[in-house]
């Protein structure tokens, strides 16, 4: 590094892409500087729109975030896409396809799309995705959107870093209510029936109505849009609902409940992140430890006494009564 | 409760399937009797035969494993199923159909079938599911099979527990290429091709063999066996080279490597779930916690200086020359 990051964070400031992506691969990689970083970069965020839109793989995310972009390039808004990609062994990563993607709008300034793989421990990859979505928003990109295919509890996390979660299904899904059952009726703001004019849309619609009634007895409302984005149809309207949500957040509390709640997850992902770099050079500098766990293996040791010895180690008081069990 | 733990262990040591369930349904729900109960289990375990049976949905997981199951029932072994299933918001948990299974070998007391969902926390059903392949050891399951869809980090940790992991794959899973890429080829110790009367079994087949060509060059190289599980073709092959693979974990030293790697996981997902529980109490009784995510949120404080107060109030001696980055 012959440029100090404090210029690393005044070049992305001004828009330099170029730092920028790198700034992105830094902190995926949890490189030395990464920490630097975002704690340069961090008081300059806060302004963005996050929004995460999840959905099944083939209900067509991809052109929605497309059609999304182009509509918020027409006002003149900057925009950030942070693709999650579980990166499933047995998919190898190929579920978004944002190469082809990022060859649409390469030639735009205003736009930086970035997917974000697995690497590393479990856990990185929701901390790296909201890390980016800091620095995009630190960038000054006005609306970022997290893109994931919400098969994984990686995933999970990152929705709930966001302002405003729209969940895409499509009629071509089948039976929705198994779905709908599972936990999205709680986090969804928004749903977007894409694919409408496929046969099925009308029910799927009034399945996923239904289920609201039972859910979301008062409060919000999450609206039910019907598009067909690979024609452009519906996105403006999906868009309409998500400043009246955007709206709903400022005006009900609910918004500074979720800041809040994102600033707390990345306090913690930071503690969690040290405490696991303090124990591995624990055992690492420990001179019997493969012994250690021998004894554990034949039964002499409990593996909870052993954890007891690193936590008491570290320094942390530990005791069943003060620090609980399992 | 009214009778103690250690009446419960000894119940679940004689063979009383319920206790045994209720066991694991406590552990996988982090009741506060759950660690007692794998204490006194612990040293009863480690002599079972651990196996992993990862793949794709639709390649036949559930047939291989039940004609496992047949298999070894009739050698007289006692075998425990453990079902990891990841319970997607978007498939509703439904991927492994085990309740269809259960009905069939529900007369059967050398038969345990269970599956598990995620619940609680991230990294929460890796952990149960390990504890209960423990439980069902302790309980004096000759094998013990984990079945996983293997689209998860969760699923990873979970292979990374047993003795040898079964990488099943079909012909009509169409380009393989990618998915052995995937680090797949790493973790496999067998493949399985099911459907092998399916057209292009012969070609996948070839195409697995050529890339472990590339990735072991020496020490065990995995055999590619072809079956036809709901025919129950092939079956007795895969046992059989199992059972090799057994032998050479034995001989080679690599079986001790694994066993003491396991418990080493099992030491640390001790270690990191009493920290958390000592966060979660520590941010609880903040009397200022809201306030200072304000301060956070407004730029005005860095996540990284309240992450090194959190660990320090815990005693944590901290500090980045000590407890690393990020």
């Known amino acids: 590094m012959s440029q100090s990051v404090e210029q690393w964070v005044e070049r992305i400031r001004s828009g330099d892409v ?75 990563g190929a579920l978004l396809g944002d190469r082809v993607r990022m060859a649409d709008h390469a030639l735009d300034p205003g736009v930086f799309i970035r997917s974000m793989g697995t690497r590393g421990q479990l856990g990185g990859l929701a901390r790296a995705t909201k890390d980016a979505m800091r620095i995009l928003d630190a960038a000054g990109y006005d609306v970022v959107i997290a893109e994931t295919v919400g098969v994984g509890q990686s995933e999970l996390d990152v929705i709930h870093a966001v302002d405003t979660v729209i969940v895409a299904l499509s009629p071509a899904g089948g039976d929705h209510v198994q779905m709908l059952k599972a936990g999205i009726m ?16 009308g029910r799927t619609v009034q399945q996923i109505q239904k289920m609201l009634e039972l859910v979301h007895p008062e409060g919000w409302r999450p609206p039910v849009v019907e598009a067909a984005a690979a024609e452009g149809r519906g996105v403006e309207l999906l868009w309409q609902e998500a400043l009246r949500h955007r709206e709903y957040l400022r005006e009900s509390g609910e918004g500074r409940r979720r800041r809040l709640r994102r600033q707390e997850d990345a306090v913690l992902d930071r503690v969690f992140a040290r405490f696991q770099a303090a124990v591995q050079r624990w055992t690492a500098g420990h001179p019997d430890w493969e012994e250690l766990l021998t004894e554990v293996e034949q039964g002499r040791r409990d593996p909870d006494a052993v954890a007891e010895e690193i936590l008491r180690s570290l320094g942390l008081s530990s005791g069943k009564a003060e620090s609980g069990m399992l």
């Open 186 to 201: 709680e986090i969804a703001d928004i749903f977007v029936v894409n694919k409408a004019d496929l046969p099925g849309a």
């Open 18 to 92: 170029r730092a920028l992506a790198r700034a992105i691969t830094r902190v995926e990689d949890e490189a030395p500087e990464a920490a630097e970083l975002l704690r340069l970069l961090h008081p300059l965020a806060g302004r963005a729109y996050l929004v995460g839109l999840t959905g099944p793989p083939g209900v067509g995310k991809s052109s929605l975030t497309d059609r999304l972009i182009r509509l918020l390039r027409g006002q003149g808004q900057k925009v950030g896409v942070v693709a999650v990609d579980p990166t499933s062994p047995f998919t190898g």
